[in-house]
């Protein structure tokens, strides 16, 4: 009877042992099953925990590097190339906006890239132009090797157009050869309308000069009406238009810097202008 009673309560403690393991079981599970929403914030916060170190890693060594001192070869290039560059800003003579306009943005030239090319617009009824000549005349004379010097008749009614067909015929002429000397019949020209009051606002007036210079009349008639005569005309005509050409003589640098007499201070300060204006150019 012992025996069947100690076993009777023994095997009860052991069912009920048994069915609080099974309890265990299922709340961990349920406990389980809660764990995804509830430490949800508990796994961001360690990401966040992670990244904040890591980026205090990553600003610790922008610091560091940044603290850093720069290698002795490598400060002396520094330091030479801003003063240098303060040195060229100082050394310049004349200022932008005062002695020349700068043109924004540039405009094409009459020739290639290959120089830096100086223009001239000029208008033979001018006395400025006339009085200009002489100074602009040397400049060319000592022209810079990477510079190209031009001259540009300015288009603004029938009278310039005429003359400036005029130019351009001499101009053609004188490249094939049937004039002798092209500056000398420039400076003709001149002479003709400023000192000895022949006008030349007529074809027949600048066929007859021509004509003392030996160029027949069908020569003449043929290279006036030419397309080549043509299409340097409305080259001049749009590059006066490009460059804002309101008063002659003007000078342009390059399709970029323009400035004359007003802006340079007087006629014989602009050669100093382009000299330097070249040497800007230069330095690109």
């Known amino acids: ?154 288009v603004w009614n029938n009278v310039h157009e005429l003359h400036a067909r005029l130019f351009y015929t001499m101009e053609v002429l004188d490249r094939n050869g049937t004039l002798a000397d092209g500056e000398t019949f420039h400076n003709t020209v001149f002479q003709e309308i400023q000192t000895r009051g022949n006008r030349l606002t007529s074809e027949d007036s600048i066929r007859r000069l021509f004509e003392r210079f030996g160029v027949d009349a069908d020569t003449f008639n043929s290279t006036w009406k030419s397309f080549e005569v043509d299409q340097k005309l409305r080259v001049a005509k749009d590059l006066g238009r490009r460059y804002s050409i309101q008063g002659v003589p003007a000078v342009v640098v390059n399709g970029k810097y323009r400035t004359g007499g007003a802006e340079a201070g007087s006629y014989d300060a602009v050669p100093d202008v382009i000299d330097e204006l070249i040497t800007r150019e230069s330095q690109r």
């Open 1 to 154: 009877m012992k025996n069947s009673l100690m076993s009777g309560p023994l095997a009860l403690l052991i069912l009920v042992a048994l069915a609080a393991c099974g309890s265990g079981e299922k709340e961990t599970e349920t406990a389980v099953e809660a764990t995804p929403a509830e430490q949800a914030p508990g796994e961001e916060q360690v990401v966040a925990e992670e990244e904040s170190a890591i980026e205090e890693d990553s600003t610790q060594v922008v610091v560091e590097e940044s603290a850093a001192e720069p290698e002795d070869d490598e400060k002396p290039i520094m330091l030479a190339r801003a003063d240098s560059t303060d040195t060229a800003a100082r050394d310049w003579k004349f200022k932008e906006g005062q002695h020349y306009i700068r043109m924004v943005p540039s405009q094409p030239t009459m020739g290639g890239a290959d120089k830096i090319e100086v223009a001239e617009f000029f208008w033979y009824g001018c006395p400025h132009c006339f009085s200009f000549e002489p100074t602009i005349n040397a400049w060319a004379a000592e022209i810079p090797a990477n510079a190209r010097f031009v001259r540009i008749p300015v």
